[in-house]
């Protein structure tokens, strides 16, 4: 049963090797390092059985959240934990005071740009030569005002206000 949790500096080694497996241009080790140990990033992983197949990276700006970096290891794909890591993030963002979310994301990156679009993420605008090999950028958006942090959770008997019980 896959899980995410938060990252933490001991998964350091594992989201350096997920970024070489998923990335032509990796986020180098000391920005994940820094990433890791910053109050303004947040940085998710999800384990497989114990093993870390996936990650989420995101900071949060103000009132906006950016959504720097998901990636899920080949063998794990289309098995739903990159959109298990996007709703986790979303979470956490709006947490930390995020109204919205938003992203680039790389143009002929189809199976991303149809997960985030499902996801409610709609087109924002264009970066062209955004990345190294001169790929233009997709930049999407997604509101989080009327997403819930958490789910409402049921009163609780020894919860209910006096005139209910």
């Known amino acids: 049963m896959p899980r995410v949790r938060r990252g933490r500096r001991e998964d350091l080694e594992d989201i350096v090797r997920l970024e070489l497996e998923c990335f032509a241009s990796p ?41 720097l970096s998901i990636c899920v290891s080949k063998r794990h794909r289309r098995r739903g934990l990159g959109r298990m890591l996007l709703k986790a993030m979303e979470e ?18 189809h199976a991303a740009l149809s997960l985030y679009a499902s ?9 062209p030569w955004y990345y190294e090999d001169g790929c233009p950028a997709i930049v999407m ?20 206000p006096p005139h209910l019980a």
């Open 92 to 109: 956490e963002l709006k947490k930390k005071g995020a109204e919205e979310v938003y992203l680039e994301v790389r143009e002929d990156n």
């Open 27 to 67: 986020y180098p080790p000391a920005f994940i390092s820094y990433m890791l140990k910053s109050s303004t990033h947040t940085l998710l992983v999800c384990e497989v059985s114990g093993v870390t197949v996936g990650y989420a990276a995101g900071r949060i700006e103000g009132s906006r959240g950016h959504l």
């Open 119 to 127: 996801a409610g993420y709609r087109q924002a605008g264009r970066i």
């Open 141 to 160: 958006r997604k509101s989080l005002k009327r997403m819930q942090a958490e789910p409402p959770q049921p009163p609780q008997a020894d919860r209910l």
